[in-house]
């Protein structure tokens, strides 16, 4: 709450939008028409993402928690004149807000795809355009370099298993195990960092199950080589554990178990269930 106090303070009205003001897309620098290099800008595409969350997560709690009072309108007012996510002239989601050249074209930051993951704000079933547009931008940071260090390979696998594409995570996945991983299987940024090893982990998560508060993809990125397995204890949003088998590339048993009370949809290929369960209560669910 007090985080988005601040921003309602620091965000500035231009051009009919609410913006950030100063601004940067992390570590990376655009070349103005004229030729001229800079960082420092107006809303740069991933601050209007995290605020797009803050605000909605705001808003959230504040009806959890019964709470309506004028700060909480303010956020409602001022999430609705965030600039959305914006498709360039070149298919790719545009990372200022205006469709700069890039100095570094492979880039290790990939920022202005936060909507795709950590968040959800672009998934392949309820935004499609701005998914291929999110895979348009990972392919032109790759064809360039991009994902060189081992973080930086662990979020490329993140966005490529939201983006269902299970063979690309998992060459990825094998190249930040062959090129970016220590003997002692620390992340090798160099010396270490944390984010690859974390990110890694999470990303297998991804490729295995996806959730949102209103459904859970099972399976969504299973790559090809990955032909039998199984998994347990998995948490989804919502509040529940699910635990499935696959043979053949085809799920076979899926287990669900409220945390809380759940209502939710589970979808996996073109088969979607709706699921009820009241707290503590366990499904064994065909699909």
């Known amino acids: 709450r007090e985080a988005a106090l601040f921003f309602l303070d620091f965000l500035i009205e231009d051009k009919g939008y609410l913006k950030t003001c100063p601004s940067v897309s992390p570590e990376n ?23 797009r969350d803050l605000f909605n997560q705001c808003i959230k709690a504040a009806e959890i928690l019964g709470v309506q009072d004028a700060m909480t309108m303010q956020i409602q007012e001022a999430l609705v004149k965030l600039v959305p996510t914006q498709i360039g002239e070149h298919g790719n989601i545009m990372e200022w807000a205006e469709d700069y050249e890039e100095l570094e074209p492979g880039h290790r930051h990939i920022s202005h795809l936060y909507a795709l993951h950590p968040s959800s704000q672009i998934t392949m079933d309820n935004t499609p355009e701005l998914a291929m547009a999110a895979k348009r931008t990972l392919e032109q940071r790759l064809a360039h370099g991009g994902g060189h260090t081992g973080w930086s390979r662990a979020w490329i696998i993140n966005l490529y298993a939201k983006l269902w594409d299970g063979e690309k995570a998992y060459n990825n996945l094998e190249l930040l195990l062959s090129k970016s991983t220590l003997p002692n299987l620390f992340d090798n940024h160099p010396p270490f960092q944390i984010d690859g090893n974390f990110g890694a982990t999470a990303a297998i998560a991804e490729m295995l199950v996806q959730s949102t508060d209103q459904r859970i993809v099972l399976l969504p990125a299973l790559p090809e080589i990955w032909k039998d397995g199984s998994i347990k204890g998995l948490c989804v949003r919502g509040g529940a554990e699910i635990a499935l088998e696959w043979h053949d590339g085809q799920l076979t048993n899926f287990i669900i178990k409220a945390k809380n009370e759940l209502h939710t949809n589970v979808i996996y290929g073109k088969k979607r269930i709706e699921v009820s369960l009241a707290a503590g209560e366990e499904a064994v669910l065909s699909l």
């Open 29 to 51: 620098t655009y070349i103005l028409p004229n030729g001229v290099q800079g960082s420092v800008t107006v809303g740069a595409t991933m601050d209007n993402q995290i605020l």
